[in-house]
């Protein structure tokens, strides 16, 4: 069975910083790309951030300047380092696996981790 687990999520002040982390198992971790989405109340589920099997990042405008994603295969885990936090950051965070080939989807999601900014 595979399996995502997140933590790391909790109450910060804005301005503050936060660091996710998402272990997976089941899988031959080092294969697969390792994302982050979030989603917030009332809104869609959006991109975060993105490692593929080999190291490259990609991520969204939103977060540039402020999250770092990094991955230990050693530990199957995945992280998100998010600083600068801003109310509008508020959402549940969950960990998403792609096996590392082109035209993949995500097709193991973690259950959430939430994050909450205040003012």
């Known amino acids: 069975q595979v399996q995502l687990v997140e933590s790391g999520g909790g109450l910060v002040q804005a301005g503050g910083s936060l660091e996710l982390s998402c272990t997976a198992s089941g899988i031959t971790f080092n294969t697969y790309d390792m994302a982050w989405f979030r989603q917030a109340p009332g809104k869609e589920r959006e991109f975060v951030a993105v490692i593929d099997r080999w190291g490259y990042i990609q991520d969204a405008d939103f977060v540039k300047g402020r999250s770092a994603i990094n991955r230990d295969n050693n530990q199957n885990t995945v992280y998100l380092q998010m600083n600068k936090l801003k109310p509008e950051d508020t959402a549940v965070y969950y960990c998403?696996?792609?096996?590392?080939?082109?035209?993949?989807?995500?097709?193991?999601w973690g259950q959430g981790t939430q994050v909450t900014v205040s003012s």
């Open positions: 998403a696996a792609r096996r590392g080939v082109f035209g993949a989807t995500y097709e193991y």
